[in-house]
């Protein structure tokens, strides 16, 4: 399989487990390009014949940042980039939750926004105990209508959920491991050899029963999300031309609070 179309990732092959990294460091942000390649990126995956498992991470030592902030404000001035968005993200959240392959997410470091999305939409979740996690669409005066509605409350629950998808707050892998957000937090020195072992112990079992028994489970997650994602993107694009969205973006970009003021 021949990924050499992708510009923003990096792919390794290990035996038959496929590494693919983001790889836009420090932050691995999730910009216009890669935000294409990401809803491009699961479905060759899918007819990948020479991989069984596949790990995810970010270059460095940040999984993913999430949303790119300049590309947010290109949103703004021109809304049919959003349209176009829209149909990628449904394209990528879909493309990984059909994807029968199991996937492990090697989280080494910050998993933010739309990079929290991508890792908890895997099957494994590995951080690093220092990462930290949040969805702050709220922060930015946006709806998290990307997949965080539709993934956080079926880890953690409901009432977690709105606690965190409601303020945008952070919490830490360790936090995060014992609500039952990831499945391990693990020192540094010790995620790669916690990772491969993972891998290797599902590279070694029955490939069919594996990916089939993985493709039963995630069957009423991705009925969920089709039931849910055209009406939360579309939230979230009425958020886009909101007076509170253009002040966060606004405000990031002169180091300063918001003040929202939508009402």
């Not at 099957?123 to 993934?151: E, L, N, S």
């Not at 995630?218 to 039931?227: D, E, F, G, T, V």
């Not at 849910?228 to 993107?233: G, K, V, W």
């Not at 694009?237 to 002169?254: K, L, S, Y």
């Amino acid at each position: 399989m021949d990924y050499s179309s992708y510009k923003h990732m990096q792919f390794e092959r290990r035996d038959r487990i496929l590494t693919i990294t983001l790889n836009r460091p420090p932050m691995n942000p999730i910009h216009y390009e890669l935000h294409n390649e990401l809803s491009r990126l699961w479905y060759q995956v899918q007819v990948d014949t020479e991989c069984d498992v596949v790990i995810l991470t970010g270059a460095g030592e940040v999984f993913s940042a999430g949303g790119d902030i300049p590309m947010m404000q290109r949103r703004i001035d021109d809304p049919e980039l959003f349209n176009r968005k829209n149909l990628e993200m449904k394209q990528m959240i879909f493309g990984l939750l059909d994807l029968e392959k199991p996937i492990i997410a090697r989280i080494n470091g910050d998993c933010i926004g739309l990079g929290a999305t991508l890792a908890l939409m895997c099957d494994i979740m590995i951080a690093v105990d220092t990462a930290r996690f949040g969805d702050p669409h709220v922060r930015m005066g946006y709806v998290a209508g990307d997949g965080g509605a539709v993934i956080w409350p079926q880890l953690i629950g409901f009432a977690r959920a709105k606690e965190y998808l409601l303020t945008g707050d952070m919490l830490d892998a360790k936090e995060a491991e014992r609500i039952g957000l990831i499945n391990y937090a693990v020192p540094r020195e010790e995620l790669d050899t916690k990772v491969n072992a993972f891998a290797d112990k599902l590279a070694r079992g029955a490939t069919k029963a594996i990916k089939w028994t993985k493709t039963s489970i995630n069957m009423p997650l991705r009925q969920l999300a089709h039931s849910m994602m055209d009406a939360s993107l579309a939230y979230e694009a009425i958020t886009n031309m909101g007076a509170d969205h253009q002040e966060a973006v606004t405000a990031f970009q002169e180091k300063r609070k918001p003040r929202f003021t939508d009402r």
